[in-house]
């Protein structure tokens, strides 16, 4: 009852006065009412103060908030051989990117990812390092080139990864795997050495950038310049529309002189055999082929390979990752003794004419041990001619006494001995031609006559690689002139209509003292397959043209001279490298090779087919 | 014949129809707005017109009740809201804060009926009593306003807490409490304000923190109230249009269908969008206001009053909290954000309103 009396009922109480009570609810409305209307007012003034006096700061931000400059990666420029057969393409991809701001625990984001696609090992250590190369906000790809099945899981639980995306891209594809490695290189992800030769801000939006060969000799031309997007971005920074684009410059398309079918017929006819064959046009240094076995695929290289891939490239054996083309150095062996012949008919030393005895042994006065031919009953009476036809030492030996080392040297030098080609290949080996003052310098050593003597059949010091010996060749066959040798043939710049050839430039000109000394060597070559006794005439019957070469045998473990050279007991890795110069057809050469096939033992045997199918296969195609 | 089977208090709706014709205009800028916000999803406009339907059918059905019917009602209605609150402790369940509860059909916050209940039992409780309250009154009141707001504190949703607890204040004010016990009061809850810090969850605590110094952490908390400042600033004048309004398009503006709709519209309209909301809301709350002092019985004026000044609180505290003048709490922009329970109390209360109007002439 007490409890009704205080709630419910006004038993008991003072009485209402509807007049007071009125009076005092409406001061208290007009005064709710006034105060309202003031916190209004102020209200207003907040809203001015944010939309009209601070619109400017505000708007900016809001702008800066959604439009995002992004750099769009420019299109790589795609590479053909000279008959037009693309060997490096762009194929569309996905890659998986991160957005570190974005990720709030990346250690979780990579665990998580880590069950739907296959991360590589290391490419938690990958994306630490990358990143540090990326601007805030900007996406860091972690894996390249997804399959399907990986782009589908991913989109499934895409929501559920904020700041991770998968975007696709070009990805860059060589058809032709290992056949081209050597000469064509490949790209590979961007890393810091990268950039330091490259204008990062053009780089901005590439992932890929030239790390060997082609690939990388002309990476400015194959890239071409970023454009720029501006667009505008949803709070999760996905792209909601573009704004403004400023396009990209995709890079410019090269065509090289390489031939696939050229190619592909000489890494057939190495075989298994691990060797270096380089095809070069005499008339205007383009390189038609250059194979280096054994070699391996480049596309893993692209979207980056497992290091145990990687490993297992490195511990097959014949090092795959050696360009022998560019990088071999191989002891010349007989393949030096038409440029030793020329030198010493040029120099004066000898006539055509002039005639050398063989008897088997060669002296030098004052010496007891022999220098041999490689018939120990000797050759008898040989020229210039004979002695290339049959290869024989013994007149070498005499030209190169006769001429001294230094006078070899400089002339040898003209044809490119001892220094780089200049080839656009990056990483060429330069050789040794070696001289006095080269063996002072290198072995605090002064010269012995005998080294002279060896020199003139290219054994000793002299160290070439199968590159120089196409371009030395070259430079006797077409009247002195050497090519620096361009793989680059052509190259069609955005814009263009047809591809602009690139001729090769000139690095050298053997001045020509008497033509018919020129010709005389060149008769010689023609004799090693033509002649009667050439040491090469198992070549024949040719399929309609005349071919002219010179073989070689380069020792790989330095036999006493006592030794027997037959090779069928020597354990393989022991036998010689067989080497094979040539060129055709003999009266207009429109090519010119250098084979070398590693323990391959005679060159005759082992390497000049392998330069006949090269030139076969070059002569019977259709002229350009 | 159908007058026949109603009951006698029942009558014909007498309508104050400004009023209703400044809340269905206001309600359509709000449908207007949403469909911005949401992004162009008919879906979501058409949910929140079915929910102004159920609200206005509330109104309407409201206004036909006489006041002294739902004096009657007041504190049942009010023992009710009690027993679901209490309820919600037991089983409610919702996003982190267990402010739902589950009927497998009907889903709706408790807090949202003590919104009405509160003042309507307060309009009750003065009703039958001299004013201004004396001491004895003010406490009994004051006790019956705290025991809900520490349950929906306690949920916890401290700012529906807090406005339950000021609609209730506001009826007090209303029913004259003196100027020097307000002064009183005031300065003890000021006194009150660490202990309140101290029973603060922790989020809680970071939205005010974030208030005072939203650059400590704009990616997080911070993130609300720096976005929704630049789309209120970046609206200018006159906006960036309908449907154009980049912060509200990207996702920049968190929450912009409910509790940031009205950033959304300041981007949009600017300044004079958000001029002309305020200008109807201060009409329809001055309209109400003259129709509570229209009112010739003290329950009839003291819960249209505080329902009119409660309605303006949460108007001044959502566009407060948008501009970044007020922390960010839970308060929706009354009739335009979207959400289903407030947009019926809200028109269920102005159906009280209308009743008070239509029943002006025949109060006891």
């Known amino acids: 009852m007490k409890f009704r009396r205080l709630i419910g009922s006004p038993a008991g109480r003072p009485l209402k006065d509807p007049y007071l009570e009125t009076r005092l609810f409406r001061s208290r409305i007009v005064t709710g009412f006034a105060l309202l209307l003031l916190v209004v007012a102020g209200l207003m003034l907040r809203y001015f103060w944010l939309q009209v006096i601070q619109h400017e700061k505000f708007s900016a931000q809001s702008n800066n908030n959604q439009v995002k400059l992004v750099p769009v990666a420019p299109n790589r420029g795609l590479i053909y051989d000279r008959r037009g057969r693309p060997i490096a393409e762009n194929r569309p991809a996905y890659r998986l990117e991160i957005v570190p701001e974005k990720v709030a625990d990346i250690e979780q984001i990579f665990a998580a990812l880590g069950a739907l696609v296959e991360l590589p090992e290391d490419a938690r250590q990958r994306f630490d390092k990358d990143r540090l190369r990326y601007r805030s906000f900007d996406a860091v790809p972690i894996k390249f080139n997804l399959n399907e099945e990986e782009v589908a899981r991913f989109a499934v639980d895409r929501h559920r990864y904020p700041g991770v995306d998968v975007v696709p891209y070009l990805a860059r594809h060589y058809p032709y795997k290992e056949l081209l490695t050597h000469a064509l290189g490949y790209v590979g992800r961007i890393d810091e050495n990268d950039l330091a030769t490259v204008d990062p801000v053009n780089y901005r939006a590439s992932t890929h950038i030239g790390k060997s060969g082609i690939e990388k000799q002309y990476e400015a031309r194959l890239h071409g310049r970023s454009g720029m997007e501006k667009v505008e971005t949803n709070v999760q920074g996905r792209v909601i529309q573009v704004l403004e684009r400023q396009d990209p410059q995709h890079g410019d398309d090269l065509v090289l002189a390489l031939d696939i079918a050229v190619q592909q017929a000489a890494w057939a006819a190495l075989g298994d055999r691990p060797g270096s064959v380089v095809a070069i046009n005499p008339n205007d240094g383009s390189v038609l082929a250059m194979v280096s076995k054994p070699a391996f695929d480049p596309n893993p290289f692209v979207y980056g390979i497992s290091a145990a891939a990687y490993q297992a490239i490195l511990d097959a054996p014949g090092q795959a990752l050696f360009n022998r083309a560019i990088q071999g150095s191989f002891e010349p062996g007989s393949t030096l003794k038409p440029f030793v012949g020329l030198a010493a008919l040029e120099e004066g030393v000898a006539t055509r004419d002039r005639r050398v005895f063989s008897s088997g042994k060669f002296f030098l006065p004052g010496v007891s041990r022999p220098y041999r031919d490689w018939n120990e009953r000797g050759h008898g009476w040989v020229n210039i001619e004979s002695a290339l036809e049959i290869s024989v030492n013994s007149y070498f030996y005499q030209l190169a006494l006769d001429l001294g080392i230094d006078r070899m040297h400089d002339f040898l030098a003209q044809f490119g001995f001892g220094q780089i080609t200049g080839v656009d290949v990056p990483g060429e080996a330069a050789g040794i031609l070696p001289s006095r003052a080269w063996k002072r310098e290198r072995f605090k050593q002064p010269w012995y006559p005998g080294e002279t003597v060896i020199a003139g059949i290219g054994q000793g010091f002299n160290v070439v690689t199968p590159l120089q010996l196409a371009v030395a060749l070259a430079t006797l066959v077409n009247g002195g002139q050497r090519f620096e040798p361009r793989l680059l043939y052509a190259a069609k710049q955005p814009g263009d209509q047809r591809a602009q050839r690139i001729w090769a430039p000139v690095g050298g000109q053997v001045p020509v003292r008497d033509a018919e000394n020129w010709q005389a060597v060149q008769q010689g070559l023609r004799r090693v397959i033509h002649g009667p006794a050439g040491t090469a005439r198992a070549l024949l019957p040719l399929d309609g043209y005349e071919m002219a070469g010179k073989s070689g045998t380069a020792q790989v473990v330095q036999m006493s001279q006592d030794q027997d050279k037959q090779s069928s007991d020597v354990a393989a890795n022991l036998r010689h490298h067989a080497l094979f110069i040539a060129y055709a057809p003999f009266d207009k050469p429109a090519i010119v090779v250098a084979v070398v096939v590693e323990h391959g033992g005679g060159g005759s045997r082992e390497a000049a087919p392998v330069a006949r199918s090269v030139i076969d296969a070059w002569l019977a195609q259709e002229p350009e | ?364």
């Not at chain 2, 300041?266 to 109807?280: I, Q, T, W, Y």
């Open chain 2, 1 to 364: 014949m159908i007058r026949r089977l109603l009951p006698a208090w029942i009558s014909w709706p007498r309508l104050d129809w400004s009023l209703l014709a400044a809340l269905m205009l206001l309600l359509g800028l709000g449908l207007l707005v949403l469909y911005s916000a949401s992004g162009e999803d008919p879906d979501v406009v058409l949910r929140q017109a079915m929910r102004i339907g159920i609200g206005l059918l509330a109104l309407i059905t409201l206004s036909l009740i006489p006041p002294h019917i739902l004096r009657a009602w007041s504190p049942w209605l009010y023992a009710i809201g009690l027993g679901l609150l209490a309820a919600t402790w037991v089983m409610g369940e919702g996003k982190g804060a267990d402010r739902w509860l589950d009927f497998g059909v009907v889903r709706f916050q408790p807090s949202e009926v003590m919104k009405l209940a509160l003042p309507m039992v307060l309009a009750w409780f003065f009703h039958p009593r001299s004013l201004p309250p004396n001491l004895q009154m003010t406490a009994i009141a004051f006790v019956l306003l705290i025991a809900p707001a520490l349950l929906i504190a306690r949920q916890p949703d401290l700012g529906t807490a807090l406005l339950v607890g000021i609609s209730g204040c506001i009826v007090i004010f209303l029913a004259g409490l003196k100027w020097r016990w307000i002064a009183g009061l005031v300065g003890l809850a000021a006194l009150a304000m660490p202990g309140l810090w101290m029973v603060m969850h922790e989020y809680q605590k970071n939205r005010v923190l974030t208030f005072l110094d939203p650059s400590s952490d704009p990616l997080g908390t911070g993130w609300n109230i720096i976005q929704s400042k630049i789309a209120v600033g970046s609206g200018g004048w006159t906006g960036k249009g309908w449907l154009h309004g980049t912060q509200s398009r990207l996702e920049y503006i968190p929450e912009r269908h409910t509790d940031f709709i009205l950033a959304v519209l300041s981007e949009e309209f600017g300044l004079l969008g958000v001029g002309l909301l305020l200008l109807a809301y201060v009409f329809i709350i001055g309209r109400c206001l003259y129709i509570s002092s229209l009112a010739k019985d003290t329950f009839s004026r003291l819960l249209a009053g505080s329902l009119a000044f409660t309605f303006a609180v949460y108007v001044l505290v959502n566009a407060g909290m948008v501009s970044g003048l007020l922390p960010v709490v839970g308060v929706p922009l009354p009739l335009v954000s979207y959400g289903g329970t407030s947009i019926v109390t809200l028109l269920a209360g102005f159906g009280m309103l209308m009743s008070v109007y239509g029943h002006r002439r025949f109060m006891r």
